[in-house]
Structure formats: structure tokens, C-alpha cells
């Protein structure tokens, strides 16, 4: 059986995180031969384990997003997505708020593509 990891930024409200890099919760899908994914754990970073965090300090340590396959959130800055495929994650952005929409979306080959990363979501936000 040939299983994908699928990780997705949320907010508080259980929404997709309008951005990547401040995420500090992520759901955590494994999907395979079944019709759909399903919760496999729930990721809950500090606020130096954040992805923007580990990006900017550059000390070439895994982060834990390394192990996914995949990572879907709302927006993220080129060099975050560059320095995980380096590492063979994928991350996606979509302007999907559904997790486990973006989740079936991404499996179908249908995900929306997100906005485009504004330095304004690199400010550490509350509901992130």
C-alpha cells in the first residue's frame, strides 16, 4: 500500500491558516488506497517551532513537516516552499478554508491555488 502524508495548516476556528510560516497547528491526513483521507495526528508547534521561525534560522535541523509528503496552507513565501521540496515536502496553498476539502481537492488534482504570500502574514498574528 503506498501511503501519502498530507499535512494542513489550521487556525483556531478550524479553518486553513492564511499562511504557513506562522501555522502553529497542523492536521494531519493519511491517505492510500481507501476513497478518502483520513486524521492520522494533530501537529502542535511552538512559536520558535513554527515553519517561518526554522526558515530564518537557517541551522539546517528537520523540521517536523519533513516527514509529510505534502503541506497545504493559505499563502507561504517562496523561500519556505523551496526549502522543503529540498527536503521532499510539497507545500500547496489554496483559497480553500475546508481542510478536509483542500485534502480531497489536492487527492482529485483539483486544489485551488491561495493568494499570493504578503509579507504582512510574516507578523506573528493571535489566531495562528
Known amino acids: 500500500m503506498n501511503e501519502t502524508l498530507i499535512a494542513v495548516a489550521v487556525e483556531n476556528g478550524g479553518n486553513i491558516a ?3 510560516g506562522r501555522a502553529s497547528r497542523w492536521l494531519v491526513y493519511v491517505a492510500g488506497n481507501a476513497a478518502e483521507a483520513s486524521l492520522a495526528w ?3 508547534l511552538t512559536e520558535i517551532g513554527s515553519l517561518h521561525e526554522w526558515h530564518v534560522r537557517g541551522d539546517g ?3 517536523p513537516l519533513h516527514y509529510v509528503d505534502v503541506a497545504i496552507a493559505g499563502s507561504a513565501g517562496d523561500g519556505v516552499k523551496r526549502n522543503l521540496l529540498e527536503r521532499n515536502t510539497e507545500l500547496h496553498t489554496t483559497s ?3 481542510p478536509l476539502k483542500a485534502v480531497a481537492a489536492y487527492l482529485a488534482g483539483e486544489l485551488v ?3 499570493p504570500h504578503e509579507e504582512a502574514h510574516c507578523l506573528k498574528t493571535s489566531d495562528q
Open 61 to 63: 535541523n528537520r523540521h
Open 113 to 115: 491555488d491561495g493568494l
Open 96 to 98: 480553500e478554508t475546508s
Open 42 to 44: 494533530t501537529l502542535d
Open 18 to 20: 492564511p499562511h504557513a
